[in-house]
């Protein structure tokens, strides 16, 4: 894992016609490649960067992240630095077009990054350089970090979109920074489907990690947020979790 501390800056670019960014656009069988790399082109994605937590098997280049159905990768967007989603070649996804309808819902109401170009194959959008949630947790969770979490849920709920794995958060949900005033997004809305269960799927899955029980009160105040789902019902839920992680710091395992 790179530290989130290291910035674009000190990363190597390379040229979309490079072997290293035509591996990783066609990772991992190696074919349509180039017919990726001449699309960015068109689109104005001007460099990919070697910059993100793990390295590309084969391809020789850092990514911001690698899922079960794609590659993210670093670039250069009309110098700015932009996340770009590839499906890969081995997903059992068909399309990242819904993904990219989905980002552009929830990114307006303030839960996802916000996605600059979409289709079936490639989704841009903004890149959230700061830590994944799992990254938080092994120096010890925060307080800010899980009150900056439960706020995107919430905004994920005033959309009506439920997120299905949000009660496995550690790398959907990703931090603008390392520190106190820093912005929880949530990425990858591969599964998800339609209510108003994001918040409490994210205590449902975090607060156990963390040794914390959830308790009768807690799940009472959940119920009358599912079924409400009003601002006065999340400020209860949110008044509690403060409560219960003030002064502390959690170092659950995302296992
Ligand atoms: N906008 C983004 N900015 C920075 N990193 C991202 C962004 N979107 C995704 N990632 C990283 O890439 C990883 C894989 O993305 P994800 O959307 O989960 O892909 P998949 O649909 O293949 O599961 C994430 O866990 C995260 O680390
Ligand atoms: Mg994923």
Redesign the pocket.
């Given at each position: 894992m790179v530290s989130h501390r290291v910035t674009p800056l000190a990363s190597l670019e390379y040229d979309l016609s490079s072997p290293q960014v035509l591996l990783a656009l066609c990772y991992p069988s190696g074919e349509g490649c180039s017919e990726k790399a001449s699309r960015l082109s068109r689109i104005g994605v001007e460099k990919v960067l070697s910059f993100?937590?793990s390295e590309l098997p084969l391809a020789g280049i850092r990514?911001?992240?690698?899922?079960?159905?794609?590659v993210?990768l670093?670039a250069l967007l009309e110098e700015r630095v932009v996340?770009v989603?590839v499906r890969?070649a081995d997903?059992k996804?068909r399309s990242l077009f819904r993904?990219g309808e989905l980002l552009q819902l929830t990114s307006r109401a303030g839960a996802a990054?916000r996605p600059l170009y979409w289709d079936d194959e490639i989704v841009i959008?903004?890149?959230?350089?700061g830590p994944?949630l799992r990254e938080l947790m092994e120096e010890g969770l925060e307080s800010w970090a899980i009150a900056e979490a439960l706020w995107a849920a919430r905004a994920l709920d005033v959309t009506n979109v439920e997120h299905l794995e949000i009660n496995r958060p550690w790398?959907?949900v990703?931090f603008s920074g390392a520190h106190r005033g820093a912005k929880a997004?949530i990425?990858?809305y591969?599964s998800s489907s339609e209510g108003c269960s994001n918040v409490p799927s994210l205590i449902g899955g975090l607060l156990p990690r963390m040794g914390v029980a959830v308790g009768e009160d807690l799940r009472e105040l959940l119920r009358r947020y599912k079924a409400e789902c009003s601002l006065r019902a999340f400020r209860e839920v949110e008044k509690f979790i403060a409560y219960l992680t003030e002064q502390r710091r959690f170092s659950g395992s995302e296992a």
């Open positions: 993100g937590r990514v911001l992240g690698k899922g079960h159905s794609s993210v670093a996340a989603k890969r997903s996804r993904e990054p959008m903004e890149a959230v350089l994944e790398r959907s990703m997004l990425v990858d591969e």
